[in-house]
């Protein structure tokens, strides 16, 4: 059982997530490219598509969210946020090894490469399908039985 539940997004999340998202961005976005605080909000608000994110909540508190973009060919995990308190407790990746038990598609996503995330893509059976100068594209098989 994880330790975590989700719920599905509204509008009323737009601030809260947006303020979780670029905590957790903020500082490796900088590594490859300036901040602008408009431009990051104007960016979130126009991504911010609430059909595609469940919130992430721990011990009923909201304390995060994902969004995965359904494809042809793989479910694309456009990000998986959490609060920095929230961080390193196995909620991540019980979240990705959850989405990979029931789909039947590859999981997919893009990371930067000095996240400390990449690692954890890794060990959770992801592998580097192509890179740019600052990011991996990774992808992991899924894992549910066909029957």
Avoid: C
Avoid at 37 to 62: A, C, M, R, T, W
């Amino acid at each position: 059982m994880p330790d975590y539940t989700l719920r599905p997004a509204s509008t009323s999340d737009l601030v809260p997530m947006m303020d979780i998202g670029h905590e957790g961005l903020r500082p490796h976005i900088e590594k490859v490219r300036s901040w602008n605080q408009l431009v990051e909000e104007e960016g979130f608000k126009k991504h911010f598509e609430p059909e595609k994110i469940s919130i992430i909540q721990y011990n009923g508190v909201d304390v995060g969210y994902f969004k995965i973009n359904e494809l042809e060919d793989n479910l694309f995990l456009e990000g998986i946020y959490l609060h920095r308190d929230a961080r390193s407790r196995g909620i991540g990746a019980q979240l990705i090894q959850e989405l990979s038990r029931t789909s039947e598609k590859p999981l997919a996503l893009r990371v930067y490469k000095h996240n400390p995330a990449a690692d954890l893509y890794r060990r959770l059976g992801f592998v580097v399908v192509s890179e740019d100068q600052d990011q991996y594209t990774m992808i992991r098989a899924p894992s549910v039985k066909q029957q």
